[in-house]
């Protein structure tokens, strides 16, 4: 059974940092890109950073111009996981944060792109 489980949010400051992480079991991460996305109360579900599978050498893409600069994702695949470095968090950066893997090697242009999800964590930016 294919399983992602996020975890790492919290409530934090703004210009502080978090890193998310994202553990899959079920399958092995090695040979598809995983993708990290957040939600807002009222508002869509927005697209932040992919990185592909180590298989192509296109890196990955960054959905979200809000972040460049700012975070940074990562993969581990020797222990099947990967992770979401945020730095100066802002107030607009609050949101439900989830993962999701692709259903190939590289990073979709959409949401439909991928098909296994996590649950989410959620990060608070706030004074």
């Known amino acids: 059974q294919v399983q992602l ?4 949010g919290g409530l934090v400051q703004p210009g502080g940092s978090l ?6 079991s079920g399958f092995s991460l090695d040979h598809y890109a995983v993708g990290w996305f957040r939600q807002a109360p009222g508002k869509e579900r927005e697209g932040v950073l992919c990185i592909s ?5 296109d890196g990955g893409k960054i959905y979200a111009d809000s ?6 994702i990562s993969r581990d695949n020797a222990k099947n996981t990967a992770y979401l470095q945020m730095n100066n968090l802002k107030p607009e950066d609050t949101a439900l944060y989830f993962c999701a893997t ?6 979709g242009d959409t949401y439909y792109n991928y098909d296994h999800f996590g649950q989410g964590t959620q990060v608070t930016v706030s004074s």
């Open 19 to 24: 890193r998310l992480t994202c553990t899959v």
């Open 102 to 107: 692709a259903r190939g090697p590289f990073c």
């Open 67 to 72: 972040v460049k600069g700012r975070f940074t």
């Open 53 to 57: 599978s180590s298989d192509v050498s």
């Open 5 to 8: 489980v996020d975890s790492g």
